[in-house]
């Protein structure tokens, strides 16, 4: 699609912009890739050629409407103002500039998307997050946060049976085992340094529960940035897997015998340069009320595909009731104990995983923080056992994304925040995808998944 010139252009940081191009220049950078995630949760984005680049950071790249109603399988879907007729652009970021590590001559932006007069669009998932990092501001609170994910590393292989392609683990070392680290050695060294040359910070690196599984977390960052990073963390995981002839997948559930991948969501709450989430406060405690309240609706966008549910079961570790508790892994809501005397105390959100657009996912978790903040929510008392042990006492998480979109439905306060397009397409595209899948057989939605994520 041939871009037109915009009426206004975007504001442009002259500084940023000077070194973007010098770096591009003195880099060997001949292509740059625009990024942005979908409702389906997928990475998008185009790209431009250097020589287009200084035009580009100003305009930003034209872009269809209807991208943000297109489902995991490329399936469009009917939403208002999401057709044929009208057009967005793809505006980066110039602070998030990185060079691709895995992909020599290449370097990537994260990005908004904008109405071609530059004002934001009310479909932009970035926009989304930064709206509930000022809603935040204005209480006098910032969020400092990160992503913990899982993924899978093998192959992918045809099936000899002739069905979807399969993914056949790297190994099948034990959980933390120290055959595991040598297995996926040189994959993991050469996934640091990229994650390293793009300002991702490894601090823990460890071989997971299932065959081929792998954990490498990364430093936290305020809200904006920890999102970006996860999108840039996928993209990467992939990324370098590709370069050595392997095939790494995020889906929650690649193998539907085997452990699945999350993504937990580590943050804590700050008062300028004081933690809100020390042991007793009661705004720790009002937040949780806050998380517990809108936590059925939340999973719908923290675990935002048909996926996402084959991993949220009880007793998997990845929590299935809506429950908080100090160190309880099967609490939705962890009460995580500071590493030492400097170790600073934050909350993880267990249900949560890679399938969900991380702009969405962390933004609608600050609405519901804020809201239990503001409403002094009581979260009731920790649980210290695995709630699953004392059935019926403890509420239940929906079971499937319909149940999820169910619920997301009824909370007023997430569709509000949400707003009328953001939400319409939404719900559009996951309905689309839960009834795709629904009527075929669990292999195509495993492959699918384990294709896209």
Not at 115 to 133: E, H, I, M, Y
Request: aromatic share 6%; proline share 8%; charged share 25%.
């Amino acid at each position: 699609m041939r871009d037109r010139p915009v009426a206004t252009k975007i504001n442009q940081p002259d500084p940023d912009v000077r070194r973007i191009l010098e770096r591009a220049e003195l880099e060997g950078i001949e292509l740059i890739r625009f990024l942005y995630a979908d409702h389906g949760g997928v990475t998008r984005g185009k790209a431009v050629a250097r020589s287009r680049l200084a035009e580009r950071l100003g305009t930003g790249i034209g872009h269809t409407v209807a991208m943000m109603a297109m489902n995991i399988l490329d399936q469009l879907q009917e939403v208002e103002e999401m057709g044929p007729v009208g057009e967005v652009r793809i505006v980066p970021d110039p602070a998030t500039f990185v060079p691709l590590p895995y992909a020599p001559g290449a370097a990537a932006m994260l990005s908004d998307l904008r109405l071609p007069d530059g004002s934001p669009w009310a479909a932009c998932s970035r926009t989304f997050l930064k709206d509930a990092v000022a809603e935040l501001a204005s209480d006098g609170h910032h969020i400092i946060a990160a992503f913990e994910p899982e993924f899978t590393l093998g192959r992918r292989l045809p099936d000899p049976a002739g069905g979807p392609d399969r993914l056949v683990p790297l190994d099948d070392t034990l959980c933390y085992a120290a055959t595991g680290f040598d297995t996926a050695h040189d994959y993991t060294i050469k996934l640091m340094h990229a994650m390293e040359t793009q300002g991702l910070r490894v601090e823990h690196y460890h071989p997971e529960l299932g065959p081929g599984q792998q954990e490498l977390s990364i430093r936290p960052a305020s809200a904006l940035r920890a999102a970006d990073n996860h999108v840039l963390y996928r993209e990467t995981v992939r990324g370098v897997a590709l370069r050595n002839q392997l095939w790494a997948s995020l889906a929650p559930k690649p193998l539907a015998d085997q452990a699945g991948n999350g993504a937990h969501l580590h943050l804590s709450l700050w008062s300028d340069t004081r933690n809100l989430f020390a042991e007793g406060s009661e705004v720790r405690d009002w937040f949780i009320g806050g998380l517990l309240a809108h936590l059925p609706a939340l999973t719908a966008l923290t675990c935002g595909s048909v996926n996402s549910f084959r991993r949220l079961g009880p007793r998997l570790w990845s929590s299935a009731y809506a429950v908080y508790g100090p160190d309880n892994r099967e609490a939705a809501v962890r009460i995580c104990s500071p590493l030492g005397e400097s170790g600073e105390p934050n909350l993880e959100l267990k249900p949560s995983d890679s399938s969900a657009n991380p702009y969405l996912s962390l933004g609608a978790v600050i609405h519901a923080g804020l809201d239990g903040i503001r409403r002094k929510l009581d979260p009731g008392e920790p649980v210290d056992v695995d709630p699953d042990t004392v059935p019926g006492r403890y509420p239940r998480l929906p079971s499937s994304l319909d149940q999820a979109l169910d619920a997301l439905e009824a909370d007023e306060l997430l569709m509000e925040a949400l707003g009328p397009l953001r939400r319409s397409a939404y719900l559009a595209v996951k309905r689309s995808e839960s009834a795709a899948f629904a009527a075929k057989d669990p292999a195509y939605e495993l492959f699918h998944h384990m294709r896209v994520f």
